[in-house]
Each structure stands twice: as C-alpha cells, then as structure tokens.
C-alpha cells in the first residue's frame, strides 16, 4: 500500500482542509485585528491582512519506512488539501533551483545529498508562493537527526507530523511485489494493484533495489535513524499504522492534519533570549518555537526579509545594509512592531532574539508594549565563543558545513578547498562580543528577573534549563 503497490483510485472527495472552520477563524482573525490596530481605513487594511494570512495552511511531515506508502497518503492529502508535495526527488530536480544543480548531479550517481543542501533546497521551495498560500506536505524528510535540526533552526515548522508503521515482514512482502510498466512508469504490483491487460502484464518488470536482503537493510538504516528524529516534534506527531488498507490510513491522516493543537506552554511566553554572538540564541529559539508553538522573533532575519521582499521598510533598510551600517533603532523597532502586532504572536506568544543589543533599545522595547515575560542570559566564555566560530568552514563545492574541530572534514580535498565565512574571522567576532559585553551590564540590571544560564553546554541541556524557567514560577528575590 505505498506508492508503489496502492490502487491508483484515490478516496472520495472530502470537504477540503476545514473549510467552513477556516472561513470562521479567518473572519474572527480579522476582528481581531482590526480591534487591535483600530485602522483609519479599514478596508486597505483588511485586503493586505487577506493576502498574508497563511496561518492556517497544511504545513505536514510525513514519515515511515520503506513500502509503508507515505508517498501514497501524501499524494492523495495533497490533492484533498490544494497543497503542495515535496519530496527529494522533485526537490532535485527543480530545474528553476541552482541550487537543485548541485544536488541533481549527486541525486543522478545515486550518492547521498549532504544535508545542508537537501535543507536549502527545502528552505528555497517553501519560500514559493505556491507553498507560502496553500501550505505543503514533506514526503520522507527528515531522514536524519542532522536534517531535522537543520530544519528546525531555520525556523521551519510542520504544524503536523505523521509516522506510518507496520511490521517489516509486511514491508518485505509488498516491496517484493512491486512491477515497473518500463513503458509508462507506472508502478505495480502482484497482490494489490495488477492490471488487467496482458499486454501490460507481459512487459512488467522488477525495479531494483527491492530484494529481500536489501529491504532489510534499508529498514534497518530507517529504524536507526526514525528513534531519532521522533524527539524533534513532540506533541505535534501521530503513528499509524499502515498495516490496514490504504484508505483507512489516508482518513485517519486526514482527521489528525485536520486537528488544531493549543501551545504547550502553562501561559502566554513572551521569551527573549540575550547573549553574545555564538551563543546558541538562533537554535535555542528554534527549539522553543517548535515544543511550544511560539512564533520565533529573529531581528536580523526580519530586516533581512523586509529587504528581499522590497517592502516600504526595506526601501529604507537596504542603503544601511549596503553601506554595512547599523540600521536606526527607529526604523528597526517599526520592522519588529509590525512582526509582534500579528496575530500569531499576540495569540500564541513569541520567543525573540538579536535585539535588544543595548540599553535605549531595551527601554524603547518596554515602551513599545513588548515586555518579555521570561528574559534568559545565555553565558559563555570567550575562548568558547571563538572556537565555535572561528573553526567553522564550509565547502563551496557541495556546501556542506564543517567545523574543524568538532566536524572535521573527512579527506584532505575538502579541508583544501573549505572556506571561511567573513563574519567568523577572529576580528569580527571579538567586535562583535566587545559590542555585547560592553552593554550587558545595563541590561542585567534592567532586566532584574533574568535568568541567567551557562550556555557552554550541550544545546538539549540549556533547553531543558530553559524550559524548566518558563514552566516553573520566577524565583521571588529576597529584599
């Protein structure tokens, strides 16, 4: 019952992705807003909010073995959904991608695709517009624990994650009766999907790679890995099994992408994270956004978008970025003003990062309405900091990421052609902790509730200290 060896038939249509329940939300979002920013002129205000609203599309990972049939229910939930499907092969072969250019050629020698491009790959395609509206669905990724990171620290975020299972003697069977039409492509198979015409019958072949013994080692390889990557979404992840027919399992998948889920979280979080360049702000937010649902609030992702979409606000950002200038604290805090007024933030909170950088910053946040209700100091030495940063390297060739101490490279080759991103020279970093340490202070004392962490650690341990400082209640402080 995967893609293979399922009925080409799909299940009767189903009203699409909570239509009437979207409609509803969608009209309540728009009182909501209009409530909160009490426009001069409400219509304008109300189309723009139209054309960015994309809070409700499907955003899905689907996961499973070897002939579970994630590729099937994916396919048949896209259509039902009006989204897009990605998988690693239309990723690959993307022809309007340069980055697809590089991947296609490994993708084509049946080598492994390093993770860092099959992420940027992924991070291109769902900037599309067809994905930004109507939502999209992952077919088989992440593989790994190092792509579901990758993702995660981009700030991609499934709002649903399904895992298919069923037991490997079953997986075997059906891989075993798979038949390729060399002629059309079309996949079949003995028991489940056998075409009527002898014609056909008599020109089907057996793909490659679906023996017994290379089944099971691919299911191996999967087992091995899947136990790592289910950690990565809790909360937001579903098992089925898929040993029952392929339309049992398509309805079950559709109720649960259906669903809503409500922020973990025991109240609102208004987080913000401060420390120095290094300190792991980006991958701690990412984490935080993903367990609990928050919206993650990057500074310089924000100005940097507000650039590329050539917005009113990038027109006047772009000549600071040209001139590598600091952009104003004006113009930044209306760039963040606009991201914390949404309605996603307002409702499910925000864990933000990358500002404030000093103390008229601070002041001008607190006076704008945007007071955190968790602050966390992520505290590491310097020696730290400049060993995180100034070791990494990347290769130009394939663009996988290195450090030279933690993640060497594995052939002298790579370490000869491997590159230094500018901004981790030993120079920019110490501007750049220079700059923070000198305001920290300030920021302390201002923030008295702060929680202050070694963030020389491993990340799952901050995270879990930073986790336990928004569950718990702030400390009382003795006068």
Known sequence: MDSASAPHRIPPEMPQYGEENHIFELMQNML???????????????????????????????????????????????????????????????????????????????KTIPSALLVQLIQERLAEEDCVKRGWILDGIPETREQALRIQTLGITPRHVIVLSAPDTILIERNLGKRIDPQTGEIYHTTFDWPPESEIQNRLMVPEDISELETAQKLLEYHRNIIRVIPSYPKILKVISADQPCVDVFYQALTYVQSNHRTNAPFTPRVLLLGPVGSGKSLQAALLAQKYRLVNVCCGQLLKEAVADRTTFGELIQPFFEKEMAVPDSLLMKVLSQRLDQQDCIQKGWVLHGVPRDLDQAHLLNSLGYNPNRVFFLNVPFDSIMERLTLRRIDPVTGERYHLMYKPPPTMEIQARLLQNPKDAEEQVKLKMDLFYRNSADLEQLYGSAITLNGDQDPYTVFEYIESGIINPLPKKIP
């Open 32 to 110: 909501e807003q209009l409530l909160i920013h009490q426009p001069e002129d409400p219509i304008p205000f109300m189309i723009q909010h139209l054309h960015k609203d994309n809070d409700n599309v499907p955003r899905i990972v689907i996961l499973g073995p070897p002939a579970s049939g994630k590729t099937t229910i994916a396919m048949w939930l896209c259509k039902h959904l009006n989204s897009s499907l990605l998988t690693l092969e239309n990723l690959v072969l993307n022809e309007f991608s340069l980055t697809a250019t590089k991947a296609k050629r490994l993708y084509l020698q049946r």
